[in-house]
């Protein structure tokens, strides 16, 4: 398994709104950059705005550094006079509230939303998949929404908007940073999961915590500065960073959890 340092991430200006993607409760959206590619766009005017972002760009780019397929991350600037002329009054509220920088992933153009049932999944990958799931405590994988997709054959992940949910309450992140992830047991890839602990192993030898602190450096201090709390964006990240790497130390818990999960399953 290969590590893969993150480096930084591209900035690209939105030029054209294409079409909004009605399956995501935060109408993501498919647009255009003035680099001439389609993008995914997550917008920080949606539901749970900034912080969706910084768990998207935290996730994938861990997915990334773990050897995991993910779409190139980028920054998406979005310019004040940018969507005037949409119709749609929700959209267009969308835009009014998402001046400034936004994350996009490269659009898969082609790819087709990953079905468990028409797509088995090698054993080794599905726990790689499932431990990285378990430390982000990413609750949005299951059967019902994978947020995998299937391209030239292989495994792509994507929206990890929902992961680091202890962010929207997080006085007592020490405390949640060694919480067991219950939420495993509705993983879509669990029942697959057969080398959890080999994974483990392996990531916890591979994943330092020089990786995981280049990762939390890519947040832009754009994101980081209008928050409610007293603390300055250097104080933030260095939460992030604490509550990652305490997940990584204590995985036993994590590890455990899902292969008690997985023996009720198969």
């Not at 780019?61 to 995991?68: F, K, Q």
């Not at 997709?149 to 949640?176: R, T, V």
Request: net charge negative; with cysteine.
């Amino acid at each position: 398994m290969q590590i893969h340092h993150p480096t930084q991430l591209r900035t690209v200006n939105v030029t054209r709104y294409v079409t909004p993607l009605r399956e995501g409760g935060s109408l993501p959206a498919i647009a255009e950059a003035d680099d001439g590619f389609l993008y995914v766009l997550k917008f920080r005017g949606a539901g749970q705005g900034i912080k969706a972002l910084i768990a998207e760009l935290i996730g994938g780019e861990l997915a990334r550094t773990l050897g995991l397929k993910v779409p190139e991350i980028v920054f998406a600037q979005l310019d004040t006079a940018f969507g005037r002329s949409e119709p749609d009054e929700e959209i267009q509220d969308l835009l009014k509230a998402s001046v400034g920088l936004n994350m996009g992933l490269h659009y898969l153009s082609g790819s087709i939303t990953f079905d468990p049932v028409v797509n088995k999944v090698d054993p080794l990958l599905a726990s790689r998949i499932v431990w990285l799931d378990c430390l982000l405590t990413n609750v949005d994988r299951t059967a019902r929404n994978t947020n995998m997709l299937m391209f030239n054959k292989e495994l792509w992940l994507i929206d990890h908007g929902a992961s680091l949910y202890f962010h929207h309450a997080w006085d007592n992140w020490q405390e949640q940073a060694t919480r067991p992830f219950t939420q495993v047991k509705d993983h879509v890839l669990l029942p697959f999961a057969s080398r959890l602990e080999e994974v483990d192993t392996a990531f916890r030898s591979q994943l330092t915590h020089e990786h995981i602190s280049d990762i939390v450096n890519l947040i832009p201090d754009e994101w980081l500065t209008k928050w409610s709390l007293d603390i300055s964006p250097g104080d933030i990240r260095y939460i992030y960073s604490q509550f990652l790497q305490l997940r990584l130390d204590q995985s036993h818990i994590f590890l455990n959890t899902a292969q008690h999960a997985r023996k009720t399953l198969v």
